[in-house]
């Protein structure tokens, strides 16, 4: 909640200058679209991810992102015969799979390729602050069930240590957005990052919000 109250103050001075002139003529030099990005999505390592951003369009020709991913997935280093940790309370059957958590912060700009009158694609390239979690994995021996009163358990086959590391990573992204109204509209984006840590891929179906700068219907 503080990351997306963070963003939505630096987006607000934004959307207010654009609403405080009626023409785009009179509107910050350069600046042709300015809008807050929320997605959620899949990611490599049978994983899931969500982001908001701010994506700002300069001049017809650039763009430029600051985003913040979330992602959890499985470790990159999962042993092919890792059987996680699994059994059942009371008939109630419960698994648990290890997974990593990884945050990213990066700033990006590219391209910005206009397609019609309201829509549009970006292409990026930029660094990233990535926080992430590193498993290590160590055979266990002792892995057969434990039977009690209400249920078994059946032990994984390797025992795990995370550990939480903070490192420098390059991000390459692309995006897809339609404005279907003057301060709302959808898209789709991937991404990918290359860290020390771990690197994933991932996608996003997205709702983008406001000022669109929607270019008006040629009249016949």
């Given at each position: 909640m503080?990351?997306?109250?963070?963003?939505?103050?630096?987006?607000?001075?934004?959307?207010?200058?654009?609403?405080?002139?009626?023409?785009?003529?009179?509107?910050?030099?350069?600046?042709?679209?300015?809008?807050?990005?929320?997605?959620?999505?899949?990611?490599?390592?049978?994983?899931?991810?969500?982001?908001?951003?701010l994506?700002?369009?300069?001049?017809?020709?650039?763009?430029?992102?600051?985003?913040?991913?979330?992602?959890?997935?499985?470790?990159?280093?999962?042993?092919k015969?890792?059987?996680?940790?699994?059994?059942?309370?009371?008939?109630?059957?419960?698994?648990?799979n290890?997974?990593?958590?990884?945050?990213?912060?990066?700033?990006?700009?590219?391209?910005?390729?206009?397609?019609?009158?309201?829509?549009?694609?970006?292409?990026?390239?930029?660094?990233?602050i990535?926080?992430?979690?590193?498993?290590?994995?160590?055979?266990?021996?002792?892995?057969?069930?434990?039977?009690?009163?209400?249920?078994?358990?059946?032990?994984?086959?390797?025992?795990?240590?995370?550990?939480?590391?903070?490192?420098?990573?390059?991000?390459?992204?692309?995006?897809?957005?339609?404005?279907?109204?003057?301060?709302?509209?959808?898209?789709?984006?991937?991404?990918?990052?290359?860290?020390?840590?771990?690197?994933?891929?991932?996608?996003?179906?997205?709702?983008?919000?406001?000022?669109?700068?929607?270019?008006?219907?040629?009249?016949r």
């Amino acid at each position: 909640m503080k990351k997306l109250t963070f963003f939505l103050l630096a987006f607000l001075p934004f959307y207010s200058l654009k609403a405080q002139n009626s023409s785009s003529t009179t509107a910050a030099p350069g600046l042709k679209k300015i809008y807050l990005q929320a997605g959620a999505g899949g990611c490599s390592q049978s994983g899931g991810n969500t982001e908001i951003g701010l994506q700002a369009i300069i001049n017809n020709r650039w763009s430029t992102t600051f985003s913040y991913h979330n992602l959890m997935m499985n470790p990159g280093n999962l042993p092919k015969d890792y059987r996680p940790g699994s059994g059942f309370i009371l008939f109630f059957p419960y698994s648990d799979n290890i997974q990593v958590d990884m945050k990213m912060f990066s700033l990006t700009a590219g391209r910005y390729f206009p397609i019609g009158r309201n829509c549009w694609f970006t292409g990026e390239a930029g660094f990233s602050i990535v926080n992430g979690e590193k498993v290590s994995f160590q055979p266990a021996p002792g892995s057969d069930p434990v039977y009690f009163i209400f249920g078994v358990d059946h032990p994984s086959n390797y025992s795990t240590t995370k550990e939480k590391k903070t490192k420098m990573g390059g991000m390459l992204r692309a995006d897809f957005n339609w404005a279907f109204s003057s301060f709302a509209g959808l898209g789709g984006g991937v991404f990918t990052n290359f860290n020390s840590i771990q690197s994933p891929m991932g996608y996003q179906v997205k709702l983008i919000l406001g000022w669109m700068h929607r270019e008006k219907k040629i009249k016949r």
